[in-house]
Structure formats: structure tokens, C-alpha cells
């Protein structure tokens, strides 16, 4: 599980791209508290701007989930 600070409008906006980048490959869980929501769900992300939040990441790839991590550094 990673973590990601939802602190501002283009961070959620950076995460939504990136899930949408591998919606076919990976499914990613933003987890706050007992909230679950979609990554690429925009209105869900948005729901949580001001937070940090937990990614749960779902593939079959093990590398396919390590290259979304690289890219999410990167944006971070």
C-alpha cells in the first residue's frame, strides 16, 4: 500500500490522470478511513482533497505496479 497526500486540487488531479493511465492494467483503491473509492473516480477523489490517503493497488503484474509507484514519485 502506498501513500499520497491529497493536499491540493492538482494532486488529485495528477493521481486521476495517472489511475486513468492504467485503468486497464491495475485497479487502484484511495482509502481513507473507512472510505474506499476508485482512483479514477473524479468526484471521489475530489471528495477527499485536504488528506492523506492510502493506495491500494490490484494487478496481476508485479511490475506493471511498481512502474504506476515510479510514475506517482515522480508527480509527488
Same mark, same amino acid.
Given at each position: 500500500? !502506498?501513500?499520497?497526500? !491529497?493536499?491540493?486540487?492538482? $494532486? $488529485?488531479?495528477? +493521481? #486521476?490522470? +495517472? ?6 492494467? #491495475? ?5 481513507? %478511513?473507512?472510505?474506499? #473509492?476508485?482512483? $479514477? ?8 482533497? %485536504?488528506?492523506?490517503?492510502? +493506495?491500494? !493497488?490490484?494487478?496481476?503484474?508485479? %511490475?506493471? #505496479?511498481?512502474?504506476? $509507484? ?7
Amino acid at each position: 500500500m !502506498l501513500s499520497y497526500n !491529497l493536499n491540493s486540487m492538482k $494532486a $488529485a488531479e495528477c +493521481l #486521476i490522470r +495517472l489511475c486513468e493511465k492504467y485503468r486497464d492494467t #491495475i485497479e487502484v483503491d484511495v482509502i481513507h %478511513g473507512r472510505q474506499t #473509492i476508485d482512483g $479514477a473516480s473524479m468526484l471521489g477523489v475530489y471528495s477527499l482533497i %485536504g488528506n492523506i490517503v492510502s +493506495l491500494d !493497488l490490484h494487478a496481476k503484474d508485479e %511490475g506493471t #505496479i511498481q512502474r504506476f $509507484a515510479t510514475e506517482l514519485e515522480r508527480v509527488i
